[in-house]
């Protein structure tokens, strides 16, 4: 049985909401599964300004939890198309788990949300995909064995580098049915392929 950790950042929810769905998906499989979130960088009055989601359950994360995982999932909002500032705060803090190797050969996948269709969805997963290859992780897609992503009757997220949501220029539109599904299926995929790998 595998190991997952799903670790994402989420200001007002809608990444917190994938990685649920996510780790759905991963304990679907029999995999033992944690969601945990790295810790916020904004001031506290700062956060309470802009409205920001703060009652999150999901526990903060420690650098020294990522290396007794199989499989790591990483999620967080594109920050003008590239990774979140609070997600990249703690991801800099790895580097004594990179100069040991400490993740090489796990399992690791992406996923983001955008206020709109066009809004950097690839390139931030591409930004938290550059960090799992520099730590010596094997990548796991969204791939093509889940067709809703090929859907043009309504407006969707999804991509073949990771599962994605899109939030709205206000925040108000909610992961859709078809985006939560991506997101299992990304975590039934991930968690598979772990215990392939490690049993």
């Known amino acids: 049985m595998s190991k997952v950790l799903v670790l994402y950042y989420s200001s007002y929810g809608h990444v917190e909401t994938m990685a649920h769905a996510i780790a759905e998906g991963a304990r ?3 995999a033992s599964v944690d969601v945990k979130r790295v810790p916020e960088t904004v001031p506290d009055e700062v956060a309470a300004g802009a409205h920001f989601k703060t009652n999150q359950s999901a526990p903060i994360a420690t650098i020294a939890d990522l290396e007794h995982y199989d499989a790591i999932i ?3 909002g594109t920050r003008f198309g590239r990774i979140g500032s609070q997600m990249a705060a703690f991801l800099d803090q790895a580097g004594g788990l990179w100069m040991r190797g400490a993740l090489n050969g796990k399992v690791g996948a992406a996923f983001t949300s ?3 269709q066009h809004g950097g969805q690839e390139t931030t997963l591409f ?6 290859l520099h730590f010596g992780m094997t ?3 969204l791939d093509y064995g889940f067709q809703g992503q090929l859907g043009h009757d309504e ?3 999804g991509a073949p580098y990771g599962a994605t949501t899109i939030a709205g220029g206000d925040g108000s539109r909610q992961p859709s049915k078809i985006e939560l599904a991506g997101a299992r299926y990304l975590g039934t995929k991930v968690a598979n392929t ?3 790998l490690f049993g």
């Open 139 to 141: 990548i796991v897609g």
């Open 194 to 196: 772990a215990t392939k």
């Open 74 to 76: 990483i999620g967080t």
């Open 127 to 132: 930004s938290i995909i550059t960090n799992l």
């Open 155 to 157: 407006v969707l997220g």
């Open 114 to 116: 955008t206020a709109s």
């Open 28 to 30: 679907a499989t029999g």
